[in-house]
């Protein structure tokens, strides 16, 4: 039973390990048109970090 919990808990966390890799490397091959647009304004790319961090807590919670 235990082993069984810990290993439901290991699967989140490896999917939530791999939608914040997935997001990651999305931003970095982007074009750099889009990339460059996107590093002018921090507070765009802070909001999309939280947007991602929010849908993955919203997701495993």
């Not at 889009?34 to 919670?61: D, N, T, V």
Request: proline share 3%.
């Amino acid at each position: 039973m235990v082993l069984s919990e810990l290993f439901n808990e290991l699967n989140d966390l490896l999917w939530a390990l791999g939608l914040i890799t997935g997001s990651i490397a999305v931003l970095l091959l982007m074009p750099k048109k889009y990339s460059l647009k996107l590093g002018e304004y921090p507070l765009l790319l802070a909001a999309l970090f939280g947007l991602i961090m929010f849908a993955i807590i919203q997701i495993y919670s």
